[in-house]
């Protein structure tokens, strides 16, 4: 592939200014990419790395995104062809002064940037977490969650639900999915920040679940933040939560995706009784 550029950009505004159209013709994958960048120029975020690989005719070959005390977002880029702008990418990356909490992107060009980025360094890796991104244009709904969705509903969370109970149930989610574990504080502000997107199922008029919505883009959302309390999994709220959710969202998006953490089977196991398909590897790198 030859005549390949680094194309280096002042902020997240002008790397979308050029590269959202085509960013967006493969949204599912890009979406972190999208969505980060998006937030970092709404909340005016300085510094950062908004960088891209481009060809001759300035088409989007590879792509990354970082803001400080962030992983760094990797684009997508088609299976086979793409190693060359994969390595020029993580040549130039190795030449910043980055600190990245971690590396995330879709396979297999998320394995050939770190490879070369840590190649570039004289440093190494481990991949902290293995996942696995699902696709849903179609809710099925199982029969057991029909019974508990006759039983239950979906509600928005609001400010007068108990913000300390869904704070330690954030914080139980980020240490089920190997994610840094937040202060007290830090729980009740992230939960609090998500009133408007945050669900939760309620059962005799006590939630019992959450689950979120997150990068409300063009064509497609996402899922995040699953999760069920120790004491009431294996009773098929999760099920039913995600089957009426998915319903929910599917009335306003094309698609819906979520990234689900290859060591947890059962979550695994839900998502793809509603319906979720697999999609593609996404992989969480750790420089060591």
Same mark, same amino acid.
């Given at each position: 592939?030859?005549?390949?550029?680094?194309?280096?950009?002042?902020?997240?505004?002008?790397?979308?200014?050029?590269?959202?159209?085509?960013?967006?013709?493969?949204?599912?994958?890009?979406?972190?990419?999208?969505?980060?960048?998006?937030?970092?120029?709404?909340?005016?975020?300085?510094?950062?790395?908004?960088?891209?690989? /481009?060809?001759?005719?300035? =088409? @989007?070959?590879?792509?990354? %995104?970082?803001?400080?005390?962030?992983?760094?977002? *990797?684009?997508?880029?088609?299976?086979?062809?793409?190693?060359?702008?994969?390595?020029?990418?993580?040549?130039?990356?190795?030449?910043?002064?980055?600190?990245?909490?971690?590396?995330?992107?879709?396979?297999?060009?998320?394995?050939?940037?770190?490879?070369?980025?840590?190649?570039?360094?004289?440093?190494?890796?481990?991949?902290?977490?293995?996942?696995?991104?699902?696709?849903?244009?179609?809710?099925?709904?199982?029969?057991?969650?029909?019974?508990?969705?006759?039983?239950?509903?979906?509600?928005?969370?609001?400010?007068?639900?108990?913000?300390?109970?869904?704070?330690?149930?954030?914080?139980?989610?980020?240490?089920?999915?190997?994610?840094?574990?937040?202060?007290?504080?830090?729980?009740?502000?992230?939960?609090?920040?998500?009133?408007? /997107?945050?669900?939760?199922? =309620? @059962?005799?008029?006590?939630? %019992?679940?959450?689950?979120?919505?997150?990068?409300? *883009?063009?064509?497609?959302?996402?899922?995040?933040?699953?999760?069920?309390?120790?004491?009431?999994?294996?009773?098929?709220?999760?099920?039913?939560?995600?089957?009426?959710?998915?319903?929910?969202?599917?009335?306003?998006?094309?698609?819906?995706?979520?990234?689900?953490?290859?060591?947890?089977?059962?979550?695994?196991?839900?998502?793809?009784?509603?319906?979720?398909?697999?999609?593609?590897?996404?992989?969480?790198?750790?420089?060591?």
């Amino acid at each position: 592939m030859a005549d390949l550029r680094v194309k280096e950009y002042s902020g997240p505004e002008n790397f979308l200014d050029e590269l959202l159209p085509q960013l967006e013709e493969h949204e599912l994958e890009n979406g972190a990419v999208i969505s980060k960048s998006k937030l970092w120029h709404q909340n005016k975020v300085e510094r950062g790395y908004y960088v891209a690989v /481009l060809d001759k005719d300035n =088409i @989007l070959t590879y792509a990354a %995104v970082w803001a400080p005390g962030n992983y760094v977002w *990797l684009s997508w880029s088609p299976p086979d062809g793409c190693e060359e702008a994969q390595e020029k990418l993580a040549k130039h990356a190795a030449t910043q002064s980055l600190s990245w909490t971690g590396i995330v992107g879709c396979e297999p060009g998320a394995m050939t940037f770190v490879k070369a980025y840590t190649a570039a360094l004289e440093k190494s890796y481990v991949v902290h977490r293995s996942m696995t991104t699902y696709r849903l244009t179609n809710v099925n709904i199982p029969d057991q969650a029909r019974d508990m969705m006759s039983r239950g509903v979906l509600r928005m969370a609001t400010v007068d639900d108990d913000m300390q109970m869904l704070a330690n149930w954030y914080t139980g989610f980020n240490e089920q999915c190997l994610m840094p574990i937040p202060s007290e504080e830090e729980a009740i502000k992230e939960i609090t920040s998500r009133i408007g /997107l945050l669900y939760l199922w =309620i @059962l005799d008029e006590k939630p %019992v679940s959450m689950v979120c919505k997150v990068r409300p *883009l063009k064509y497609g959302c996402a899922v995040a933040g699953v999760y069920t309390p120790k004491e009431w999994r294996g009773q098929g709220y999760a099920t039913a939560m995600m089957a009426a959710f998915s319903e929910h969202l599917r009335k306003d998006y094309d698609f819906v995706s979520l990234h689900a953490d290859n060591n947890n089977p059962t979550s695994n196991h839900i998502y793809q009784r509603v319906g979720y398909e697999k999609y593609c590897i996404t992989n969480d790198y750790l420089i060591v």
